[in-house]
T-cell receptor, first 113, second 114 residues
Framework: QKEVEQNSGPLSVPEGAIASLNCTYS??????FFWYRQYSGKSPELIMS????GDKEDGRFTAQLNKASQYVSLLIRDSQPSDSATYLC?????????????FGTGTRLLVSP | DADVTQTPRNRITKTGKRIMLECSQT?????MYWYRQDPGLGLRLIYY???????NKGEISDGYSVSRQAQAKFSLSLESAIPNQTALYFC?????????????FGPGTRLLVL
């Protein structure tokens, strides 16, 4: 079982729709959760971080965390073609006192005009 | 100006050659990291450093070495490059003093080993 699992996609949504990206993780003691956006050939860019159960909203983005289910999601409202990218879920794991960041392989999102 | 810079941005080399990838940051962060990214495998940690005197191996350090020349500079070396080291390499930094382990990535170096 991978530490952080994401559906590779592509997830295709029409412009203006809600895109829902999901991520599960295996380590129950993980404390911090991140969503990064990565355009093709570019570096990952932090979109959201979430540390406690529930929802966290930032503009068109909402991160949702459910530690009991070991599940974190990212909702993108009013999706735009410019949102087309790969979204990486990252989770911290304690490693000899260091909170190592473990990445999923990413979900590719395609937003069609 | 970018906060985290990497040089070179692209590099083609031959099997057996020694090469160095360099990373510099102006964010003032203590922690620096080297990752490689391969299709289908995601980002994997090669080495990380908490300060100039603290360097640690990540999950895939074999065939690589690093040097932390200063707080702002962290270099990755491939002692004898092999084709399966062809990948996209990222440097990242983070600031633990904020209490959050948010990592900020450089633009990447695309390496091709022939």
């Amino acid at each position: 079982q991978k530490e952080v699992e994401q559906n590779s996609g592509p997830l295709s949504v029409p412009e203006g729709a809600i895109a829902s990206l999901n991520c599960t993780y295996s380590d129950r003691v993980s404390q911090s959760f991140f969503w990064y956006r990565q355009y093709s050939g570019k570096s990952p860019e932090l979109i959201m971080s979430i540390y406690s159960n529930g929802d966290k909203e930032d503009g068109r983005f909402t991160a949702q965390l459910n530690k009991a289910s070991q599940y974190v999601s990212l909702l993108i409202r009013d999706s735009q073609p410019s949102d087309s990218a790969t979204y990486l879920c990252a989770v911290t794991r304690i490693n000899t006192g260091f909170q190592k960041l473990v990445f999923g392989t990413g979900t590719r999102l395609l937003v069609s005009p | 100006d970018a906060d985290v810079t990497q040089t070179p941005r692209n590099r083609i080399t031959k099997t057996g050659k020694r090469i160095m990838l360099e990373c510099s940051q102006t964010k003032g962060h203590d922690r620096m990291y080297w990752y490689r990214q391969d299709p289908g495998l995601g980002l994997r940690l090669i080495y990380y450093s908490f300060d100039v005197k603290d360097i640690n191996k990540g999950e895939i350090s074999d065939g690589y070495s690093v040097s932390r020349q200063a707080q702002a500079k962290f270099s990755l070396s491939l002692e004898s490059a092999i084709p399966n080291q062809t990948a996209l390499y990222f440097c990242a930094t983070s600031d633990w003093t904020s209490g959050e382990e948010t990592q900020y990535f450089g633009p990447g170096t695309r390496l091709l080993v022939l």
